[in-house]
Nanobody, 125 residues
Framework: VQLQASGGGLVQPGGSLRLSCAAS????????INWFRQAPGKEREGVLC?????????????YYTGSVKGRFTISRDNAKSTVYLQMNNLKPDDTAVYYC??????????????WGQGTQVTVSS
């Protein structure tokens, strides 16, 4: 099992980034996928999660933190085995290393079976 997070970088406040989490070694559509972040000197926190795909292909998003509601969205492309985190209107408080993690179940419960390596997001003018 591998998860490869990418897409981080330096962006000005108000800017946007799209993070990608490329998965291999398991059926992406069977599992929830989480995004976590860890800012310097702070504990890791859950950001967003997307459930496994239903039989009709739909999935639900679960926000773990209210600070990103209205700014961040999560989506999955099962054909590409990739989950995306679209981050808009970024703020300096969003600066952190972002990690994607395979959930242990089809639904979101903040548990993680496997972790990606993290990608740095820095929001600064």
């Amino acid at each position: 099992v591998q998860l490869q997070a990418s897409g981080g970088g330096l962006v000005q406040p108000g800017g946007s980034l799209r993070l990608s989490c490329a998965a291999s070694g398991f059926r992406l559509d069977y599992y929830a996928i989480n995004w976590f972040r860890q800012a310097p000197g702070k504990e890791r926190e859950g950001v967003l999660c997307i459930t496994a795909s239903s039989s009709t292909g739909g999935a639900s998003s679960i926000y773990y933190t209210g600070s990103v509601k209205g700014r961040f969205t999560i989506s999955r492309d099962n054909a590409k085995s990739t989950v995306y985190l679209q981050m808009n209107n970024l703020k300096p408080d969003d600066t952190a290393v972002y990690y994607c993690a395979q959930g242990t179940r089809w639904y979101c419960d903040k548990t993680a079976a496997n972790w990606g390596q993290g990608t740095q997001v820095t929001v600064s003018s």
